[in-house]
């Protein structure tokens, strides 16, 4: 679920951090930089590890800010095809199950994905599994166990979503996409 992945970059201290030991400087802006986001085909970096090495600093003209080069390790989310993992339902409708962590909110499960005779019930507009005699309900907040079947990488442009005239001339503004998702099956081995 979680790897330690190597980056690099130049980060920038400012006169405010001088206070700081330098190597807790660095630490905090290289968490104020990453943490949080999404780095395209690693995953979702969650905190720094531990400071690999680091240059010497260059002060900036005019500005007082300090330019070090710094290569360190993170810890990132991504878990691998096939891992089994714990999460509740977010929300269901006739598309799927969305389904969250504590930190990680884009985890989809598609209607074909679920368990063989599911069906989605619109009056009470949840997701249900009828296995022999029984009914199962799969309801908002319940803990679930999944497995991770795809990952989907949507470039993040920074152009505002393109707007579109439907079919009566209304303005419809289209939606940004999570930059990183993930598919998974709710079915276990035997019925996947």
Not at 46 to 65: E, N, R, V
Request: charged share 25%; with cysteine.
């Amino acid at each position: 679920m979680f790897i330690l992945s190597t980056l690099a970059d130049l980060i920038q201290i400012t006169p405010e951090d001088f206070q700081k030991r330098s190597a807790e400087a660095l630490e905090d802006n290289i968490n104020q930089k990453y943490a949080n986001k999404v780095i395209q085909q690693l995953g979702l970096c969650i905190c720094m590890w531990d400071l690999y090495k680091s240059s010497d600093a260059l002060i900036g003209h005019g500005t007082g800010i300090v330019h070090v080069n710094v290569e360190f390790r993170m810890v990132v989310f991504r878990p691998f095809k096939g891992e089994i993992l714990l999460g509740k339902i977010s929300s269901a409708s006739q598309h799927g199950i969305k389904i969250r962590l504590d930190f990680f909110d884009d985890i989809f499960v598609p209607p074909h994905l679920l368990f063989e005779g599911s069906y989605f019930d619109h009056t009470e507009q949840t997701w249900v599994w009828q296995s022999d005699s029984e009914l199962f309900y799969f309801d908002k907040n319940e803990t679930v166990r999944f497995r991770v079947e795809n990952e989907h990488w949507n470039d993040q442009s920074p152009a505002a979503p393109v707007a579109e005239r439907d079919v009566d001339g209304a303005l419809v503004v289209g939606e940004r996409r999570s930059p990183y998702g993930i598919e998974v099956v709710l079915r276990t081995p035997q019925h996947a």
